[in-house]
Nanobody
Framework: QVQLVESGGGLVQAGGSLRLSCEAS????????MGWYRQAPGKQRELVAS???????NYADSVKGRFTISRDNAKNTVYLQMNSLKPEDTAVYYC????????WGQGTQVTVSS
């Protein structure tokens, strides 16, 4: 069964931190590129960060130096540590298996108040 389950979203003040987690079923996680997308109201979906099975990472310019993506292959889990959050980071964040075929989680809301 294909499954991506996100957790860790919520409301935080600007400058604060949140950590998102995404637990995946082994069949879709093992050896695959995973990532996080986000979509803010009225905006296009944006790739925030990605990580290969061996830990190579890539970030959107808007989050470089503030967000860190990581994965625990033993737990089939990918994380997104978000620091120095800004109101413009407010969005629904989706855990995604980027490797073909793509799979998407249900999304978790992150709201950053000013």
């Amino acid at each position: 069964q294909v499954q991506l389950v996100e957790s860790g979203g919520g409301l935080v003040q600007a400058g604060g931190s949140l950590r998102l987690s995404c637990e995946a079923s082994t069949s879709i996680f093992s050896g695959k590129v995973m990532g996080w997308y986000r979509q803010a109201p009225g905006k296009q979906r944006e790739l925030v960060a990605s990580i290969t099975s061996v830990g190579r990472t890539n970030y959107a310019d808007s989050v470089k130096g503030r967000f860190t993506i990581s994965r625990d292959n033993a737990k089939n889990t990918v994380y997104l540590q978000m620091n120095s959050l800004k109101p413009e980071d407010t969005a629904v964040y989706y855990c995604v298996r980027i490797s073909f075929p793509a799979y998407w989680g249900q999304g978790t809301q992150v709201t950053v108040s000013s």
